[in-house]
């Protein structure tokens, strides 16, 4: 029998640590993927960061940078800045991106620092037991919020995309989901199209990839697909918020 699914050079052998029904898999795959597809892998350099991916650099078959909480723009942009011949990106859950990191995404995306990085939004923070998040959704029910996100004391949740496409340095920026088969084929042109945009010289890109946390949302894995279609994503709709690569063709 032919084999007709293998699985990506650009990742290791080594068994991830993620929980049952989590899609961090699927997000690493589909950047492994790209990556080989593009044939930039022996040349990119990932910036893992704290949070549920903080191991990343043990599943990316290339050279993978730690960053300290929230950092990784930062260290992007002096990894890329260093070696500007390199394909450097960071791989950021919300927690890290949208809360420590907030002013390193905001500066590296306004000052059109030509990195990519891949945010995982999971509308919780993960690894530290489902604390609530600044993209949890009101009334949300979190460890920190159990009687759901109050938006009078705890604010609305950040649209992160929607932030960063107003900066002029941002050059592509783009939600999606991981939820279904159609609505992962559209992860993987976002991702390829964003790391195009990098290696093109346009500028900043960011795919924001709506994802779950079925332990920390305390439901199954199909419960939780269901979650994220019935709530997430009406907060936050997919599609492209900026793309200048188009203004380059």
Known sequence: ????FTKPRGLTDAPTHYCPGCTHGIVHRLVAEVLEELGVLDKAIGVAPVGCSVLAFEYFACDVFEAAHGRAPAVA????????????FTYQGDGDLAAIGTAEIVHAATRG???????VNNAIYGMTG???????LPGQVTETSPYGRDTNIAGFPIRVSEMISTLDGAAYVERVSVDSVKNVLKAKM?????????IEG????????????????GLSPQESMDWLRDHMLP????????????ESE
Do not use: H
């Open 1 to 4: 029998m032919p084999i007709t």
């Open 77 to 88: 942009t002096g990894v890329k800045r260093a070696k500007p011949d390199s394909v450097v």
């Open 113 to 119: 620092e030509k990195i990519t990085t891949v945010f």
């Open 130 to 136: 489902g604390q609530m998040a600044p993209t949890t």
């Open 190 to 198: 976002a991702i390829k199209r964003a790391f195009e945009c990098q």
């Open 202 to 217: 346009i500028g900043f890109s960011l795919v924001e990839v709506l994802s779950i946390c079925p332990t920390n949302w």
């Open 235 to 246: 907060y936050y709709p997919l599609g492209v918020k900026k793309d200048k690569t188009k």
